[in-house]
Each structure stands twice: as structure tokens, then as C-alpha cells.
């Protein structure tokens, strides 16, 4: 952060301890020090290649109580694993009490640092006072969540001179750690760990579904042992109350282990304590396939994973194969067919797997054009689908078979103009309908069970806007909604609840929270992974763009997908293999195969989706 931090922070003796705390990185590029040239500012930790780990250097001799402050900032974006060497910068007292897991704090160029101008923390009184500043970005809290953050930050830094050693060290600081925004992203990677929905199950199988919880490991600190102790310990605060987790209370790693890593056979065996020694086979089971989905999502080659009992005798494993036939899990399931409109407002579909550019009527009402649409939603099973007639005033479901009847509406907007009528709908995959009624006078969210029945009112209330757009996340127990206030249209995800019995069901929207902050609006937006949507939109006085972002509002890696001008609706699977599928103001229906750049597929066309 040495280039992040201004006023003292830039060049002279603090750039140079700037440079001693990367000593062993630097020193591994270079085979000796320039003595002349001009002085540049440099990144405070220079992008590494991910294979190289960098150690912080520990306090100097006689070091000024700056280079103090700045070498222990420094310290925290190493990779030190219990910054061990950050603490040489404390006072004995204040390492005993800090506690760095307690939370991250992200700022956007790092912190910089102020003197406080009180006569009585001159340096030569033998005690100083720094604050550190900076503008906020996110907050990682002690469950690894990330949470989008905003405003100043300022934390003061106090220091005293050891009266016999003469040397300054930290002895009072904000508890966690702070670092830029550049430094986080070096550091920390986002990954899923699972858990099971714990009231739905999918499909016609009964099997739990699979929800992704995502959080923030350290990424060169032994991740893979991070992130299993991290998914014994639970799920993060905000998605607690709709998951279960198979592993019994108190369940743990054996102690001392840490280096969990596949062996040769692409297997990682991970020793438990006592507490999961008494369990059966089944929910031995669904305690593997929670191992074996997260730790794919960190470390893709992992084959299997087997749990070992306290004593060291095998429990259970499990590979793909086993782990997707114990539970459900939406990005395995790659879809049959990408389904859009075309120029007479029928449904018409092409399989996924195709290059061409033909599509076929679906079989059934929708296909024949018995009733044309403005939107539809094909069920995750591929058997049904529901539209919103071209007026948006009505809502059908009907089967995808050639004998499927259209039947009457199963739900009715009275909004006084298109745009204040329905939403396009949204399916999960317990088989639950999911559509909005932007009417001014009754604006509802409606659930519709099975897609059939009388339409149950969502409660949500924390909404303050009106829903412009809807989609369900397959698992059932998170919802993603583009919400207009003001003209402002923002995309937040709620947490869905439900309640009672099956005859008296009650289904609430709880705790929203922003998945783009700074966007000023979003045109279009779809789940295209387990915790990932991709979205259309634009920022404040920018132009749109199309991108990825995460359930926490946090910037997956990886590249954007390739610029599209004039997006009106875009289509995504959460299954990776399948491209992209957007409508273009310009070329119509378009897709993105992976690596590659849109190709047309139909001018008139609209409405694309992928089932969901």
C-alpha cells in the first residue's frame, strides 16, 4: 500500500520501508539495487504471479515512528499466515488484545496517513498519534462475508517509545485489518461453500437443494483449509436462516491439521473431531457432497472427497457422480434448450448445443401462437412454461406438449398502461412460479405454487420502489430483484422465507441488500452461476455495460463478457457451458460462445431465457 498512501507515504525513507516489506519478493526479481535513475511510484505490493507468496520484513532499528505505522500496514497485506510479523510492529499488550480475523476493511486506494496536529504527539513526547483516512469500499467480517461499504474511514494509530529499548511499536489500533482495494484483491478470492435449502427440495426428485454461501479465504494462506473451516462452522449471518448444514453441531477439523490439499489421486481426505463420529450413511453422505461442491469451486481438479472419523477410519466419500445424485445443484444442470420469441410473438426454441441459427416452435399453445407474448419462462424441468400475454396484462401457464390446452389467465393486471402491468415471470426449481405486478395501485410480488392455484402476495418489507424486473434463483431461497426508486433502478437480492403450513403459506422477501452498488441503472439482469447474475446496466454519468457481480455485491474475477451496444434483455444459465444469449436494439437475438465475440442468431426476434 506504500503507493496507495499519500503525504508521508510517498518517496524518502518511507518509500524505502515500502520496499523492505516486499524485501523478499523484490529481491527475487533483481539482482542488485539501482544506485541511480529517476524515482517512480510503484504499486505498494506489485500484482504477483500467483505462485509467489510475499513475506513482510520486520521493524528496523531505530525506525522513525512513520516507518513503524507504514511497515505494519505493510505487514497486513503479506502473506504471513497469523501476521505474526505485523505484531512486531505492537506493544506486547496491544498484540495480545488485536484481533485481525475480526474483519477486513477494503478502502479504495488504501489508507493514508495524518499526523494529529496536538502539540502533546510530537515525536519527541515520547507518544504519537496517527489517523489513518481513506474512502470505503467493502467490509469482510469474521464469517468471511463481504458486505459493499461506503463513506470515510478514519481510525487513529497511537504509539509509544519503550523506555528502555528506544524503539516505537503500536500500542492502541482498530481492531481487523485495512488495506486498498488493489492489496484485497491480490490477497483475498471469493469462493462458494454449500449448504441445503433447508424447506425446498428440487424438482421431481425430492433431493435438497444445493445454495451457495460465498466468502472471502486468503488466497496464498492455505485456502483450502480456510475454506473447510469455514463451511464447519456455518453459514454467513444473512443466509443462516433458510439453509441446514449436515454436519452436527460443534463438528470441526481434527486438531492440528491444516495443509488439506488433493493427493495424488485428486482425492482430499479431511478428519473430523468427535463430534461427526456418530452419524449414518445418508447424512455421511450429504456432509461429502457439501465438501465436494465447495471445494470444486475453490480447486476444480478435486475428484473426490472422503471423510475421516477421529480414530482415522475412512467414514465416507464422495465423487460428481454420488454428490449429484444426494442433492441438487443448479450449475450441474446443463439446459436442453435456449427459448426466445420471434417475429410473431410464438415461443420457439434451438438446443443449447447448437451453432446454427434455426429455431423450432415449441410444441403446444405458445408454439402455435394461440395467444401472443411479450415474456415467457420455461420451467427448470422443460415441461412448462408461463407467458405474459403481448399487452402484459395476463398471465398463462401452459405444458410444452403438443396436446397442452392454453386454459385461462392464472393471474390478471389492471395497470393502466404495458409498462405498469407485469413483470416477465421466473421459475424455480422446486416447480414455484414467480412474477411482479408493477401496477401503481396494487404493486405486488405474487408466488404461485407449482405454477397453479390462487397467486400467494409476497410480503417484502423493506421495498421502497417498484419491481421492474424478477428472477428466482433456482434453489428457491434467494430472489433477485431490479427495483426502481426515483428513476433510479438498482439490483438487490433478498432472502426468501416461508412460513406455515402448506394451506395457509405465508412467503416473505427479507433483508435486501444492493448487488451493484454505484449503478444508476440496470436494464437487464440473470442468474448465471450458483451466487452469480450478470447484469446490464451503467454507473453514474457512464455508458452501459454488461458484467458479472456476485450475490454480495463483491466483482468476481475474471474478464466482462465482450462490449454489446443497445441491450434490452440478456439470457444466462448457471451451467458456464452455455453461452450467453442476448436481445440487441440492433441485431436482435445474439449469443456470446465462451471466448468469443456475439454472433447474430435472429434478427426478429425477443424475450431470450434459458430455463428458470
Same mark, same amino acid.
Given at each position: 500500500?506504500?503507493a496507495?498512501?499519500?503525504?508521508?507515504?510517498?518517496?524518502?525513507?518511507?518509500?524505502?520501508?515500502?520496499?523492505?516489506?516486499?524485501?523478499?519478493?523484490?529481491?527475487?526479481?533483481?539482482?542488485?539495487m539501482?544506485?541511480?535513475?529517476?524515482? *517512480?511510484?510503484?504499486?505498494?505490493?506489485?500484482?504477483?504471479?500467483?505462485?509467489?507468496?510475499?513475506?513482510?520484513?520486520?521493524?528496523?532499528?531505530?525506525?522513525?515512528?512513520?516507518?513503524?505505522?507504514?511497515?505494519?500496514?505493510?505487514?497486513?497485506?503479506?502473506?504471513?499466515?497469523?501476521?505474526?510479523t505485523? $505484531?512486531?510492529?505492537?506493544?506486547?499488550?496491544?498484540?495480545?488484545?488485536?484481533?485481525?480475523?475480526?474483519?477486513?476493511?477494503?478502502?479504495?486506494?488504501?489508507?493514508?496517513?495524518?499526523?494529529?496536529?496536538?502539540p502533546?504527539?510530537?515525536?519527541?513526547?515520547?507518544?504519537?498519534?496517527?489517523?489513518?483516512?481513506?474512502?470505503?469500499?467493502?467490509?469482510?467480517?469474521? *464469517?468471511?462475508?463481504?458486505?459493499? %461499504?461506503?463513506?470515510?474511514?478514519? =481510525?487513529?494509530? #497511537?504509539?509509544?517509545?519503550?523506555?528502555?529499548?528506544?524503539?516505537? =511499536?503500536?500500542?492502541?489500533?482498530?481492531?481487523?485489518?485495512?488495506?486498498?482495494?488493489?492489496?484485497?484483491?491480490?490477497?483475498y478470492?471469493?469462493?462458494d461453500?454449500y449448504?441445503?435449502?433447508?424447506?425446498?427440495?428440487?424438482?421431481?426428485?425430492?433431493? !435438497?437443494?444445493?445454495?451457495?454461501?460465498?466468502?472471502?479465504? $486468503?488466497?496464498?494462506v492455505?485456502?483450502?483449509?480456510?475454506?473447510?473451516?469455514?463451511?464447519?462452522? &456455518?453459514?454467513?449471518?444473512?443466509?443462516?436462516?433458510?439453509?441446514?448444514?449436515?454436519?452436527?453441531?460443534?463438528?470441526?477439523?481434527?486438531?492440528?491439521?491444516?495443509?488439506?490439499?488433493?493427493?495424488? *489421486?485428486?482425492?482430499?481426505?479431511? !478428519?473430523?473431531?468427535?463430534?461427526?463420529?456418530?452419524?449414518?450413511?445418508?447424512?455421511?453422505?450429504?456432509?461429502?457432497?457439501?465438501?465436494?461442491?465447495?471445494?470444486r469451486?475453490?480447486?476444480?481438479?478435486?475428484?473426490?472427497v472422503?471423510?475421516?472419523?477421529v480414530?482415522?477410519?475412512?467414514?465416507?466419500?464422495?465423487?460428481?457422480?454420488?454428490?449429484?445424485?444426494?442433492?441438487? $445443484?443448479?450449475?450441474?444442470? =446443463?439446459?436442453e434448450?435456449?427459448?426466445?420469441?420471434?417475429? /410473431? #410473438?410464438?415461443?420457439?426454441?434451438?438446443?443449447?448445443g447448437?451453432?446454427?441459427?434455426?429455431a423450432?416452435?415449441?410444441?403446444?399453445?405458445?408454439?402455435?401462437?394461440?395467444?401472443?407474448?411479450?415474456?415467457?419462462?420455461? %420451467? =427448470?424441468?422443460?415441461?412448462?412454461?408461463? &407467458?405474459?400475454?403481448?399487452?402484459?396484462?395476463?398471465?398463462?401457464?401452459?405444458?410444452?406438449?403438443?396436446?397442452?390446452?392454453?386454459g385461462?389467465?392464472?393471474?390478471t393486471? #389492471?395497470?393502466?398502461?404495458e409498462?405498469?402491468?407485469?413483470?416477465?415471470?421466473?421459475?424455480?426449481? @422446486?416447480?414455484?412460479?414467480?412474477?411482479?405486478d408493477?401496477?401503481?395501485a /396494487?404493486?405486488?410480488?405474487?408466488?404461485?405454487?407449482?405454477?397453479?392455484?390462487q397467486?400467494? %402476495?409476497?410480503?417484502?418489507?423493506?421495498?421502497?420502489?417498484?419491481?421492474?424486473?424478477?428472477?428466482?434463483?433456482?434453489?428457491g431461497?434467494?430472489?433477485?430483484l431490479?427495483?426502481?426508486?426515483?428513476?433510479?433502478?438498482?439490483?438487490l437480492?433478498?432472502?426468501?422465507? @416461508?412460513?406455515?403450513?402448506?394451506?395457509?403459506?405465508?412467503?416473505?422477501?427479507?433483508?435486501?441488500?444492493?448487488?451493484?452498488?454505484?449503478?444508476?441503472?440496470?436494464?437487464?439482469?440473470?442468474?448465471?452461476?450458483?451466487? $452469480?447474475?450478470?447484469?446490464?446496466?451503467?454507473?453514474q454519468?457512464?455508458?452501459?455495460?454488461?458484467?458479472y457481480?456476485?450475490?454480495?455485491?463483491?466483482? !468476481?474475477?475474471?474478464?466482462?463478457?465482450?462490449?454489446?451496444?443497445?441491450?434490452?434483455?440478456? %439470457?444466462?444459465s448457471?451451467?458456464?457451458?452455455?453461452?450467453l444469449?442476448? /436481445?440487441? *436494439?440492433?441485431?436482435?437475438?445474439?449469443?456470446?460462445?465462451?471466448?468469443d465475440?456475439?454472433?447474430?442468431?435472429v /434478427?426478429?426476434?425477443?424475450?431470450?431465457?434459458?430455463?428458470?
Amino acid at each position: 500500500m506504500g503507493a496507495d498512501r499519500e503525504g508521508s507515504a510517498r518517496g524518502g525513507p518511507a518509500r524505502a520501508v515500502a520496499y523492505a516489506a516486499l524485501g523478499v519478493v523484490l529481491l527475487a526479481g533483481c539482482a542488485s539495487m539501482p544506485d541511480s535513475g529517476n524515482l *517512480q511510484d510503484v504499486e505498494s505490493t506489485p500484482r504477483q504471479d500467483t505462485q509467489v507468496r510475499v513475506f513482510a520484513m520486520p521493524p528496523q532499528q531505530d525506525a522513525s515512528s512513520t516507518e513503524i505505522v507504514q511497515g505494519f500496514l505493510e505487514a497486513l497485506t503479506s502473506d504471513d499466515p497469523n501476521y505474526d510479523t505485523a $505484531r512486531e510492529y505492537l506493544t506486547r499488550a496491544a498484540s495480545k488484545s488485536w484481533r485481525p480475523e475480526s474483519q477486513t476493511t477494503v478502502l479504495a486506494n488504501g489508507p493514508s496517513m495524518q499526523t494529529d496536529p496536538r502539540p502533546a504527539t510530537r515525536e519527541g513526547t515520547g507518544s504519537i498519534t496517527y489517523t489513518l483516512e481513506g474512502s470505503r469500499v467493502a467490509t469482510v467480517d469474521a *464469517q468471511q462475508a463481504y458486505t459493499p %461499504a461506503d463513506g470515510s474511514y478514519s =481510525r487513529t494509530v #497511537h504509539l509509544t517509545k519503550d523506555a528502555k529499548s528506544g524503539q516505537w =511499536r503500536i500500542d492502541s489500533l482498530p481492531q481487523g485489518v485495512v488495506m486498498g482495494q488493489s492489496d484485497f484483491q491480490r490477497n483475498y478470492t471469493s469462493v462458494d461453500k454449500y449448504y441445503f435449502a433447508s424447506d425446498t427440495s428440487a424438482g421431481q426428485s425430492g433431493q !435438497p437443494a444445493a445454495v451457495a454461501d460465498p466468502v472471502f479465504v $486468503r488466497s496464498r494462506v492455505d485456502p483450502t483449509t480456510q475454506l473447510v473451516r469455514s463451511l464447519l462452522h &456455518g453459514p454467513t449471518t444473512w443466509l443462516r436462516p433458510v439453509v441446514r448444514s449436515s454436519f452436527p453441531t460443534g463438528t470441526a477439523l481434527k486438531k492440528g491439521v491444516s495443509g488439506l490439499a488433493p493427493d495424488d *489421486q485428486n482425492q482430499v481426505t479431511v !478428519p473430523l473431531n468427535v463430534k461427526a463420529s456418530r452419524i449414518g450413511p445418508a447424512k455421511c453422505s450429504e456432509m461429502a457432497t457439501q465438501l465436494l461442491f465447495t471445494l470444486r469451486n475453490l480447486t476444480p481438479t478435486v475428484d473426490s472427497v472422503a471423510l475421516q472419523a477421529v480414530n482415522g477410519t475412512r467414514m465416507c466419500d464422495a465423487d460428481e457422480r454420488q454428490a449429484e445424485a444426494t442433492a441438487w $445443484r443448479a450449475s450441474t444442470k =446443463r439446459p436442453e434448450y435456449l427459448y426466445f420469441l420471434d417475429g /410473431k #410473438h410464438r415461443l420457439v426454441r434451438m438446443a443449447t448445443g447448437t451453432t446454427g441459427t434455426t429455431a423450432y416452435a415449441v410444441p403446444g399453445p405458445f408454439g402455435a401462437g394461440t395467444k401472443p407474448l411479450r415474456s415467457v419462462a420455461v %420451467a =427448470r424441468d422443460e415441461r412448462t412454461a408461463a &407467458g405474459v400475454s403481448s399487452d402484459g396484462s395476463a398471465l398463462y401457464v401452459t405444458s410444452l406438449a403438443s396436446d397442452g390446452s392454453l386454459g385461462d389467465a392464472v393471474l390478471t393486471s #389492471h395497470g393502466a398502461t404495458e409498462d405498469d402491468r407485469l413483470t416477465a415471470p421466473s421459475w424455480d426449481a @422446486r416447480g414455484d412460479l414467480w412474477v411482479a405486478d408493477r401496477n401503481p395501485a /396494487k404493486p405486488r410480488l405474487y408466488m404461485l405454487e407449482q405454477g397453479v392455484g390462487q397467486p400467494l %402476495a409476497v410480503q417484502i418489507p423493506e421495498l421502497n420502489g417498484r419491481i421492474e424486473d424478477v428472477r428466482v434463483a433456482a434453489d428457491g431461497v434467494r430472489i433477485a430483484l431490479v427495483v426502481d426508486k426515483g428513476g433510479k433502478q438498482s439490483l438487490l437480492i433478498g432472502r426468501v422465507e @416461508r412460513t406455515g403450513s402448506d394451506d395457509q403459506q405465508e412467503v416473505s422477501v427479507l433483508e435486501l441488500r444492493s448487488a451493484t452498488p454505484g449503478s444508476e441503472e440496470v436494464t437487464a439482469m440473470s442468474w448465471a452461476g450458483d451466487s $452469480r447474475l450478470v447484469v446490464v446496466g451503467r454507473e453514474q454519468g457512464g455508458v452501459q455495460q454488461t458484467r458479472y457481480v456476485q450475490v454480495d455485491g463483491s466483482t !468476481p474475477d475474471g474478464p466482462a463478457p465482450a462490449a454489446l451496444t443497445g441491450v434490452l434483455a440478456i %439470457a444466462a444459465s448457471e451451467d458456464d457451458r452455455v453461452p450467453l444469449v442476448a /436481445k440487441s *436494439q440492433d441485431d436482435g437475438i445474439v449469443r456470446l460462445p465462451s471466448g468469443d465475440q456475439w454472433q447474430k442468431v435472429v /434478427k426478429d426476434g425477443s424475450a431470450p431465457v434459458y430455463p428458470g
